[in-house]
């Protein structure tokens, strides 16, 4: 098939151009992303295999929609590509980057999202995406854990993995990610955090100030301030950054999956972890961008919902017992905090 892709357009900020293969690149990494991601899960899970499903969008472009159900650690996971192009560029977007109104667009990322069936092995989420619209290209994303009963060490793990990543490009990245991912995961319904969150960016062009949520009083907010605005860094340097944080999460997250995918467990643990996916359900539906553009975009719902959990559960007015590791994830491990100065 082949593929038409909207016009490219000179910029006239001071926003590095991309090279003319920019989309071709980043395509075949997130494809390769993909593909390295389901091996390395399929290795860990033991008995599950990815299912692919291949679809096509009427109005351009389509993806690979890969689901693994009933694995040995793995009730249910989903790890997703897609590139998607067209005229029309959704409002999410254009709210943020008005300057991208009246351009083609073209968008293409990694997502995953994993429900293990031990309560003591975390959910755990990624997203990695490109845009492109006329004058203006960034690259956005981030991933971010979220576990049922609290293990410091599995936690101080993972964001250490994350912020190696992170340093091999700038040492601010981290701070500020890691900040605004604490913000971005937030259910402001519930006043609580997903989990114990990772890293997490969008907008990110090279130029200017590294942190571009809606907040103006954050800690991310007021940290990246306090950074200042960096050294303009071009398309190639943004880009190997994505792809190192996109290389990370198989070391981030494997090594936890060994480690506790053997605990025991037993009816509590499982209608708290139930009880828990619930929070995941209404973030994704209410707050998450990926879902919210997909829809917006006319993508393929049943890959958009993919990140759901295959089963769940509310309860009315729920508290946690006094003392319990239950509670001690709502005292503490849905806060913010400082993982890797952990005393």
């Not at 999410?92 to 997502?111: C, D, K, M, N």
């Not at 250490?160 to 605004?180: G, I, M, N, S």
């Not at 025991?264 to 553009?293: A, K, P």
């Amino acid at each position: 098939m082949v593929k038409s892709f909207p016009d490219k357009k000179s910029s006239n900020s001071q926003r590095s151009l991309p090279p003319s293969d920019s989309r071709q690149r980043v395509s075949e990494f997130m494809k390769s992303l993909q593909d390295n991601i389901c091996a390395g899960l399929e290795a860990v899970d033991g008995e599950g295999k990815f299912q692919e499903d291949s679809w096509v969008r009427e109005e351009g472009g389509g993806g690979r929609s890969r689901v693994l159900k009933a694995g040995g650690v793995f009730e249910q996971g989903g790890v997703n590509f897609s590139e998607v192009w067209g005229k029309d560029l959704p409002p999410s977007i254009l709210v943020q980057r008005p300057e991208a109104a009246g351009h083609g667009f073209y968008a293409t990322g990694t997502s995953m999202v994993l429900h293990p069936r031990n309560p003591y092995v975390p959910t755990v989420h990624l997203n990695y995406r490109y845009f492109e619209a006329g004058p203006v290209w960034w690259f956005g994303g981030g991933i971010d854990l979220t576990p049922y009963y609290p293990i410091v060490e599995d936690v101080v793990q993972f964001h250490q993995t994350l912020k190696d990543a992170c340093d091999r490009h700038h040492p601010e990245y981290y701070p500020v990610f890691k900040l605004w991912c604490d913000e971005y995961f937030y259910l402001k319904h519930r006043q609580e955090t997903r989990g114990v969150g990772g890293v997490f960016f969008d907008y990110q062009d090279g130029t200017g100030k590294l942190y571009h949520g809606p907040s103006a009083d954050s800690p991310a907010h007021s940290h990246s301030d306090a950074v200042g605005e960096l050294e303009p860094r071009n398309w190639e340097q943004v880009f190997a950054f994505v792809q190192d944080c996109g290389n990370a999460f198989l070391p981030a997250y494997c090594p936890i999956v060994e480690r506790r995918q053997g605990t025991e467990w037993g009816d509590r643990e499982r209608h708290f972890q139930l009880y828990r996916r619930g929070r995941y359900v209404e973030f994704n539906l209410i707050y998450d961008r990926g879902t919210i553009f997909g829809l917006q975009t006319n993508g393929r719902t049943e890959s958009i919902l993919m990140s759901l959990p295959p089963m769940v559960r509310w309860e009315y007015s729920y508290q946690p017992e006094a003392g319990t590791p239950e509670a001690a994830l709502y005292e503490t491990f849905l806060k913010p905090q400082d993982w890797l100065n952990w005393h």
